[in-house]
């Protein structure tokens, strides 16, 4: 079938995108290869789609057609169609869900035969290079007469049109499609078919799974979850998909399992979805108001809410009472500290919601705490488990807590840092008691022990810019003189002895036993265990949940997050910070990674990258053996981005090198790598006489070396070899880079030549 004729289907809703299939995720570096492909004639690879009943099978983009009539579903070329469309008919595509700019833009050089996006700087006011979609739109006509204007020769203009032809003919290619049919071809089967045509990819989650399930009876399921979602988000919560649905599941079946939502009607879903909402706003609400967890960074154990949206939805009016919210609370901590569902969570969940659910609402919440206590052995929490180090530990959010719900007063305006007083979570900064650079520099090298919780705390911002890198033998007492009472509020050991570098190990060990004591008179508030009678000396241990790697400070943070901002400016999904790395059989944790993305910054298309700052060897091999690509620097980070994933080959280049043609920027970094003379770029030599002998991409003109694209563009070429000049091909010093450093070299003042 014809290229066009498939995207005239496509615009009536005859072929469409069945629910389970994931959004548009091309970069632009693949968009511009497949039209350089199509250009060149290249193969492309078939279709693959499914013919339904449109009545039978909901999808994406199949509302302009009646019930009843057929429609292809496409299993494989979502992105390939995707892209021709946009670029062919100007805008997406009824069922797009994606980043358009990956497809707007693209242009195309009639003489170099070069594709690349719009560079003003590159393109503006050269009719040479035309707007692809305005050629597939208006046709040649119009395009060819700028083009004879500006040069003024017949029989370049002839050339220039017959590629634009060529190009615009692409909508003409044939390109086969697979259809599969018949009354055997289930959901299962059709989701079975299209994991095993995009094995490259990753592959449907068991949420996947059961949402498409859902959408085929409840077409809106999807975008009313994305609904939530982003109002989360806003909030400053990232919740994934499959998160909620789990939610939805415990509500609408008992049951943990995705598997239980296969033969869920619309009706029931809709009602538990929106019950789910409802409850996971109180929750939220709840922890919030009271737990001072207020953003995702210190709101660990994500998925024992699904846990309580059941136990809300059966309790109904009885779980607003004080004693009942004080147990959630409890449970919900012990929960998230411990890492209750950072293993086999599907089969804890329904472990769990089957305790619930056996003994009932009244009773359920003492049944969980007692489950808690037979798995964990001890809820109670001691000084050793705030040895753990970087605010990836699960007691980084206890410290937070403890700082919201406490007494605990900011050091700079001696104001309660209680939730609501200060407003967000962004007016509170962790600050080291110990600046990091104090502490090496008084021979602390470990650093564990630099960046241990015990050595955290929050301020204000200002506070926190106001202390800046003194040492606390120099602010403490002038916190004390402004604000009595300030340090102890923070949990800070009162000897001045203590404050002076050489006895930084015990003041650790000090602060660490007031802050488990201050952890335990809280959580005993909201729930009464019986007492610790143990009296094991103290022991720094390495708690289960600690690993290496995790934030250093502030200036690692601000760092990630001028990363995450830069990411998300360019429409791709911002990193998640402090990726709890675990082992995929076991579920250990094994580090921190800074910010990782661990789907790729293409879901399904790119491998997992992550950016780690100032860490040791052992962990980039860890990251790396996970299959991740690793890092180590921000920029060197974005360069990736932006050259692999977005297609800017030019990003990073110095400002000599903005303008040359992409297939010119190998030889651009060779000049960097090997640190030649700066050439002039798309540069005209003249002849003694005036005369134009050509346009060049690098010209060094003092060196008499210049390299030339192309032939028509360069016809004066022997001419100029004659006065001396060394020519090269494009071609020629990208496949053998070293002919410019032999030609420049035996040019230049101190060659043995």
């Not at 013919?51 to 057609?65: E, N, P």
């Not at 890492?339 to 769990?352: A, H, Q």
């Amino acid at each position: 079938m014809k290229i066009s004729t498939l995207l005239d289907q496509i615009e009536i809703g005859q072929i469409a995108l069945p629910e389970f299939q994931r959004g548009y995720v091309w970069n632009r570096d693949q968009v511009r290869g497949l039209v350089r492909s199509l250009y060149k004639r290249y193969p492309v690879g078939s279709l693959l789609a499914w013919i339904t009943d449109s009545s039978q099978a909901q999808g994406r983009g199949t509302s302009a057609l009646a019930s009843g009539q057929q429609v292809k579903m496409l299993l494989d070329g979502q992105q390939r169609m995707t892209s021709l469309y946009g670029i062919i008919k100007g805008q997406p595509p009824a069922f797009f869900d994606g980043d358009a700019n990956a497809f707007r833009g693209l242009y195309f050089h009639v003489e170099t035969e070069e594709f690349s996006f719009y560079m003003a700087s590159k393109m503006q006011g050269n009719p040479l290079w035309v707007d692809v979609t305005r050629l597939m739109k208006e046709g040649v006509d119009n395009i060819l007469e700028e083009i004879q204007e500006c040069t003024q020769d017949f029989k370049r203009t002839t050339h220039c049109g017959n590629r634009l032809n060529r190009l615009r003919d692409v909508r003409e290619i044939d390109v086969h499609i697979e259809d599969v049919s018949g009354p055997e071809m289930t959901l299962d089967v059709v989701v079975d078919i299209f994991n095993r045509v995009n094995s490259g990819g990753r592959k449907l989650s068991k949420g996947d799974l059961a949402l498409a399930r859902i959408c085929s009876v409840e077409p809106d399921a999807r975008s009313r979850m994305r609904k939530a979602l982003d109002h989360w988000n806003d909030s400053g919560f990232g919740f994934t998909l499959d998160w909620l649905l789990r939610s939805v599941t415990t509500i609408a079946t008992g049951d943990a399992r995705f598997s239980a939502l296969h033969e869920l009607d619309a009706s029931t879903f809709n009602s538990a979805l929106q019950r789910s909402i409802n409850h996971i706003n109180t929750i939220l609400d709840l922890i919030g108001a009271r737990l001072g967890l207020d953003h995702q960074q210190v709101l660990t154990g994500h998925f024992a809410i699904p846990i309580l949206a059941r136990f809300l939805d059966e309790a109904g009016g009885a779980a607003q009472d004080h004693e009942t919210q004080n147990k959630i609370l409890f449970w919900y901590v012990q929960t998230a500290i411990w890492g209750r569902y950072s293993g086999s969570t599907e089969s804890v969940l329904s472990r769990d919601l089957n305790i619930l659910l056996d003994v009932g609402p009244e009773a359920g919440l003492d049944a969980l705490i007692r489950e808690l206590q037979l798995w964990r052995g001890n809820l109670r929490i001691r000084p050793e488990h705030f040895t753990g180090w970087s605010r990836g530990n699960r007691f980084y959010s206890i410290l937070y807590m403890l700082t919201r719900v406490g007494e605990a007063q900011d050091w700079g305006s001696g104001l309660p840092l209680k939730k609501g007083l200060l407003g967000k979570n962004t007016s509170l900064e962790v600050h080291h008691i110990f600046p990091r650079d104090f502490l090496k520099k008084s021979g602390h090298d470990n650093k564990k022990a630099i960046n241990a919780l015990g050595n955290f705390c929050f301020l204000t911002k200002n506070s926190n810019l106001q202390i800046s890198n003194r040492p606390p033998h120099e602010y403490f007492s002038e916190v004390e003189s402004q604000h009595p009472g300030a340090l102890a509020s923070q949990w800070i050991p009162q000897d001045p002895e203590l404050w002076k570098p050489e006895n930084y190990p015990e003041f650790l060990r000090q602060r660490q036993a007031l802050l488990a004591a201050a952890a335990n008179a809280f959580l005993d508030t909201l729930y009464n265990l019986p007492s610790d009678d143990s009296s094991v000396a103290y022991e720094a241990i390495e708690q289960g949940e600690s690993a290496p790697g995790g934030i250093a400070d502030a200036e690692e943070e601000k760092q990630l997050d001028d990363v995450n901002e830069w990411v998300s400016e360019r429409g791709l999904p911002a990193g998640e910070k402090e990726f709890e790395l675990r082992d995929s059989d076991t579920g250990e944790l094994k580090a921190f990674l800074d910010l990782a993305w661990p789907e790729g910054l293409q879901e399904g298309l790119s491998d997992p990258v992550a950016l780690i700052l100032n860490e040791e060897m052992g962990l980039f091999k860890l990251a790396t053996n996970a299959g991740f690509q690793v890092f180590d620097d921000a920029e060197s980070f974005r360069v990736y981005a932006a050259r692999k994933v977005l297609g800017d080959l030019h990003y990073g280049l110095p400002e000599w090198a903005q303008q040359v043609e992409d297939t010119a920027i190998p030889v651009v970094n060779h000049i960097i790598k090997s640190d030649l003379p700066v050439p002039e770029c798309g540069a005209e030599i003249q002849m003694d006489s005036g005369e134009v002998a050509g346009e060049f991409e690098f010209v060094w003109d003092d060196q008499r070396v210049a390299v030339w694209v192309s032939s028509e563009r360069a016809p004066q070429r022997a001419m100029l070899a004659a006065k001396g000049w060394r020519l090269f091909s494009l071609e020629e010093v990208v496949e053998l880079p070293k002919l410019l450093e032999v030609a420049l070299d035996s040019t230049l003042p101190n060659s043995k030549n």
